[in-house]
């Protein structure tokens, strides 16, 4: 994305027109657009004269439950459906913006599902206040918590509070969107909306790594693909999986850059009766066979920096159990790196072949090792202006949100609500349909939105009653920027709204 709303005309406000250029009205750019060319946002052009939503209004198809009738043979043309859903969604994807901020939203669309008459309203929403969070499933150290983080050379983010297993990135927001330089709000920008529609993007840390991530695949750290997310922490690890070592080697130790366990020392270890072995580890003591800081984060064993595991261990104690010949296994908390030593005459430890009898624990630590994958998840605070085009008196669509008498959507998604005031949403961008997230280049991100509820109930929050539109009329006229076309029915894997909540009146 460049600076495109920079080449358009602008001219004062009311102006519809200039010589053979029509002024669109769908965002605050508000462009002259030539016949046949599309405006900055790429999503609306002039097109014969109209200004023209260039994309098609999507429609899900949702299948039905297991039992349902086939759709008997009948006198009109038969549409290739095998079985009669009675449930597709128009989603807001393709179906344009509230802006300005009094028009009703472009589709409000009824339907009757089991008996229970509802109305979706529909809407394109331009988010200047939203951002991704992204969770990327790894134990490497990919920078320090507050680091910022670039896309292009640009500030789009921070590094942000890791999770148990997971490095955790906050990415946009408005004071990266339009609070800091022109080239760092277009950079922003383009990140979320790659980032929501499911593209890879390379971001770098500083004083950290340069990660590739995309919504649904495995994270690329410094040109390494990762495989693994890890068990747990070290002392979780000896937890799982100590009754699998007993009687098969005389130590264990899991590097984990967080909590490295030992078995000998660890609680699950005293109540199989483990023997002391005099180990030492250089870290700090938490709870016994529990140690912190052993190593300083990294992309080494578990995490941590360490190449060689045995640059953890002190001098082994002869006093407490240390003895020649004792075997000691150490491993990640992936099962990634693993080794296997046996104390010489000195009580220094050596590496020897890697035991048959010790294999399947490993591969079992391995087996529990869910899959490393980045998500991506947008979040947005759905504002006055998107509001107004839902009912004339926004803050009773908030109430009735937060009431769980209206169910959100973002392109037929579900979405987590947040607590508290306003409508601050989240969604998996895996679980919306492609090409759903769009721009405008105040820069903004515009991503689609649904309300699904009563009708009676939609009426009484002082909906637009005159602008509720049939499913069949959609389909067959398209919306207020002339976008005749719709797409779908495509299927959707994707639960319908609710009927269960959906059933109840206002207030009940």
């Not at 462009?31 to 609306?44: H, L, P, Q, S, V």
């Not at 169910?407 to 998604?413: D, K, L, N």
């Not at 009426?459 to 207020?480: N, P, Q």
Request: hydrophobic share 35%; glycine share 14%.
């Amino acid at each position: 994305m460049s600076e495109l709303s920079e080449r358009f005309e602008t001219h004062d406000p009311g102006d519809k027109q200039a010589g053979e250029k029509l002024r669109c009205d769908a965002c605050p750019v508000m462009c002259y657009i030539a016949e046949g060319r599309t405006g900055a946002c790429d999503r609306y052009g002039n097109f014969g004269g109209r200004i023209v939503r260039c994309d098609p209004v999507r429609v899900l198809d949702y299948a039905v439950e297991s039992g349902a009738a086939v759709v008997p043979f009948s006198a009109e043309p038969w549409d290739g459906e095998l079985v009669n859903t009675g449930r597709r969604f128009v989603t807001a994807i393709g179906a344009g913006t509230t802006y300005p901020d009094y028009k009703p939203a472009p589709f409000i669309v009824s339907q009757e599902v089991e008996g229970v008459d509802l109305v979706t309203v529909v809407t394109e929403g331009i988010f200047s206040y939203c951002g991704v969070k992204v969770k990327i499933d790894t134990d490497r150290h990919i920078g320090p918590e507050t680091a910022t983080v670039r896309a292009g050379g640009e500030a789009v983010g921070h590094v942000t509070t890791g999770e148990y297993g997971s490095q955790m990135l906050s990415l946009g927001g408005v004071n990266h969107l339009t609070g800091g330089s022109k080239p760092e709000g277009r950079v922003t920008c383009e990140t979320l909306m790659d980032l929501c529609n499911k593209k890879p993007v390379e971001l770098a840390i500083d004083g950290g790594a340069t990660v590739v991530v995309e919504a649904g695949k495995p994270p690329v750290i410094d040109g390494t693909v990762e495989h693994r997310m890890r068990v747990g922490c070290g002392s979780a690890t000896i937890g799982m999986f100590a009754s699998q070592w007993r009687g098969l080697v005389d130590e264990v130790v899991v590097v984990d850059d967080h909590i490295t366990g030992v078995v000998s020392e660890h609680q699950a270890g005293k109540v199989l009766g483990w023997q002391d072995t005099g180990i030492k580890i250089l870290g700090r003591r938490s709870t016994p066979g529990r140690y912190f800081k052993v190593s300083e984060p990294g992309l080494g064993w578990g995490g941590t920096t360490i190449s060689d595991p045995l640059a953890i261990l002190g001098d082994w104690n002869p006093k407490k159990g240390a003895r020649p010949g004792l075997s000691l296994l150490m491993v990640s908390t992936t099962g990634e790196q693993f080794a296997y030593y046996e104390l010489d005459g000195d009580l220094r430890p050596v590496e020897m072949p890697f035991p048959d009898r010790l294999r399947k624990s490993v591969g079992l630590i391995e087996d529990n090792c869910e899959p490393a994958l980045c998500t991506v998840l947008f979040v947005g605070g759905a504002g006055g202006s998107l509001r107004a085009g839902v009912t004339e008196n926004p803050v009773n669509l908030t109430r009735s949100v937060h009431r769980l008498e209206t169910y959100v959507t973002v392109g037929g998604a579900p979405v987590y609500v947040w607590p508290g005031g306003g409508i601050t949403l989240m969604v998996d961008v895996t679980r919306v349909p492609d090409g759903a997230f769009g721009y405008v280049p105040t820069p903004a991100l515009v991503a689609p939105i649904e309300f699904t509820l009563r009708k009676d109930h939609y009426l009484a929050l002082g909906g637009y009653g005159a602008e509720i539109r049939t499913v069949a009329d959609v389909l067959g006229r398209g919306g207020e920027y002339f976008n005749d076309r719709a797409t779908g029915p495509a299927p959707s894997p994707n639960p319908w709204p609710p009927l269960a909540q959906l059933r109840r009146g206002p207030g009940q």
